[in-house]
T-cell receptor, first 114, second 114 residues
Framework: GENVEQHPSTLSVQEGDSAVIKCTYS??????FPWYKQELGKRPQLIID?????GEKKDQRIAVTLNKTAKHFSLHITETQPEDSAVYFC?????????????FGKGTKLSVKP | EAQVTQNPRYLITVTGKKLTVTCSQN?????MSWYRQDPGLGLRQIYY???????DKGDVPEGYKVSRKEKRNFPLILESPSPNQTSLYFC?????????????FGQGTRLTVV
């Protein structure tokens, strides 16, 4: 089955710096890779996603890159702000397709210091 | 307001006493799923349902049951809870599969089994 590894588990940056979180996956059939942000005591919320037919996607200060050959994808946050502090989860769909088991990484706790 | 609603938000119970955590969505979503979140382990899928009367096991289904008799409801049943089921539980729904449309999470249910 699918296995998603996420690094680092914790990340501390100064406000204004960039943050990068990396994930690797094992199932070469996986074709959808979402990123979720979970603020303290709240529910996870989708912030960006990428499908296997593109290599990069941007949304304002957030970008995700995908390398299908190497089976890894990364979240990039530029010009970090204190409100970016949260736990971030990457995920991949097991076995490809549009439905099925969504496998999450173990999460990265990002702290942005003012 | 479009939302996924879980009840109860907090529950303390004793080992072996059957319980049900309800999940309801008002977005006419076909796909619903349950996750548990444990420190250091991220989010792990328990069960998912692609439509009414269709359910499938996720990553950690042991000790849990689900049913999908109506499109809007997807209750999680613990027939005989044990302390290792103490966790934070999230229900999620998606218009179609999670690989097609965004998954929306409920607010979470914190379960303690003593």
């Amino acid at each position: 089955g699918e296995n998603v590894e996420q690094h680092p588990s914790t990340l501390s940056v100064q406000e204004g710096d960039s943050a990068v979180i990396k994930c690797t996956y094992s199932d070469s059939a996986s074709n959808y890779f979402p990123w979720y942000k979970q603020e303290l005591g709240k529910r996870p919320q989708l912030i960006i996603d990428i499908r296997s037919n593109v290599g990069e996607k941007k949304d304002q200060r957030i970008a995700v890159t995908l390398n299908k050959t190497a089976k890894h994808f990364s979240l990039h946050i530029t010009e970090t702000q204190p409100e970016d502090s949260a736990v971030y989860f990457c995920a991949a769909i097991e076995g490809g397709g549009s439905q099925g088991n969504l496998i999450f990484g173990k999460g990265t706790k990002l702290s942005v210091k003012p | 307001e479009a939302q996924v609603t879980q009840n109860p938000r907090y529950l303390i119970t004793v080992t072996g006493k059957k319980l049900t955590v309800t999940c309801s969505q008002n977005m006419n979503h076909e796909y619903m799923s349950w996750y548990r979140q444990d420190p250091g382990l991220g989010l792990r899928q328990i069960y998912y349902s692609m439509n009414v009367e269709v359910t499938d096991k996720g990553d950690v289904p042991e000790g849990y049951k689900v049913s999908r008799k109506e499109k809007r409801n997807f209750p999680l049943i613990l027939e005989s809870p044990s302390p290792n089921q103490t966790s934070l539980y999230f229900c999620a729904s998606s218009l179609y599969g999670v690989g097609v449309t965004e998954a929306f999470f409920g607010q979470g249910t914190r379960l303690t089994v003593v």
